[in-house]
């Protein structure tokens, strides 16, 4: 297959690198730079170093080149850019089924990946899906095994491209629970940076596991609430992805929640990240939407209050910890 993977971070250059062992990729970035850089030194220094691009690699910051002849695009930009890449492939008046690989709510309108793509595609949405799961990049360029989950509206669709996208290296399992992966994602970065302040203040592992299993019932809630079905949290776009990026060093919204347990700004935070942290971004539409449908979403409501800095990060963690008791709900 011919598969144009639009977006050149770290995640879209990783994708690009494992699934040319056997397809034909095309790689987009919109920086002309960026671009030229890549090409000439087949590497992607900027998101993702000491990784090669394969020579088979095509790399181009000129959309019209890298949806010519394709079979699929796979769109993996944060979703902040998600809005704009579909109103250009739609510009460019080319067909071809679209998959994403962007995690959260997009800003003001609170929408979904799948509610911009029927925005901005005006109700003619080509074949489409999202492609979500527990995945660091780095160790998907190395080639370590990882499983992801393909959900589509159309089952056949997701079907089809899982069959063509699988491999032994990365699998991918099918589902029709759009909303619901796209909510598992989405959440997860907000519970996340929580675990990492509560590791960087020092509570220890009993903390992190309440933070993450009561995160997860929060999770449940506002996706159940949207609209999403309760097995999907309690799969792979679920629990495995919180529970990945919420102990492994390598998620940039731990990063966010262990810097901000040190007393850092927010800004210089993410001025030494140097990639986007969708929870920063996405923890006011969560909790906006929870306030919306009603539910009860305290964990939210506390990295909100630090990253606004409305509490310390110390003071937050523990509030939430030393809650009144009840029964445990979901």
């Not at 080509?126 to 990882?146: D, I, K, W, Y």
């Not at 959900?151 to 996208?165: P, V």
Request: hydrophobic share 45%; charged share 20%; glycine share 10%.
């Amino acid at each position: 297959m011919k598969i144009a993977v639009l977006g050149a971070g770290a995640w879209g250059s990783a994708l690009a690198i494992s699934l040319s062992t056997r397809h034909q990729i095309h790689l987009w970035t919109k920086d002309p730079d960026h671009a030229i850089e890549m090409d000439r030194q087949r590497i992607n220094q900027a998101f993702l170093p000491g990784h090669s691009l394969p020579e088979s690699l095509k790399i181009t910051a000129t959309l019209d080149d890298a949806l010519e002849g394709v079979n699929l695009a796979l769109i993996v930009v944060p979703v902040a850019g998600l809005r704009d890449t579909l109103r250009a492939i739609v510009t460019c008046n080319i067909k071809v089924p679209v998959i994403w690989g962007c995690k959260g709510f997009e800003s003001g309108t609170t929408y979904l990946p799948h509610q911009i793509a029927a925005e901005e595609f005006s109700g003619r949405l080509p074949p489409c899906g999202v492609l979500s799961g527990p995945s660091f990049a780095e160790e998907v360029a190395q080639g370590l095994p990882t499983a992801l989950t393909l959900a589509s509206k159309d089952i056949d669709f997701a079907n089809k491209m899982a069959a063509e996208l699988h491999s032994a290296r990365l699998r991918i399992y099918t589902s029709e629970d759009v909303v619901g992966v796209e909510t598992g994602g989405a959440v997860k970065n907000v519970i996340t940076i929580a675990a990492g302040i509560s590791d960087g203040i020092g509570f220890g592992h009993n903390a992190r596991a309440a933070l993450i299993t009561r995160g997860l019932s929060e999770t449940m809630r506002l996706g159940l609430g949207l609209g999403g079905d309760m097995k999907t949290f309690m799969g792979l776009a679920g629990v495995g992805d919180l529970i990945l990026t919420s102990t492994g060093d390598l998620s940039r919204n731990r990063q966010v929640g262990l810097m901000l347990a040190e007393g850092k700004s927010l800004t210089d935070i993410l001025d030494a990240l140097g990639h986007v942290a969708e929870g920063v971004h996405t923890a006011k539409s969560v909790l906006q939407l929870g306030k919306q449908l009603n539910i009860e979403m305290p964990i939210t409501q506390a990295v909100c209050d630090i990253l606004h800095g409305v509490v310390s990060a110390k003071k937050a963690v523990e509030v939430l910890l030393n809650r009144e008791q009840k029964a445990e709900i979901y």
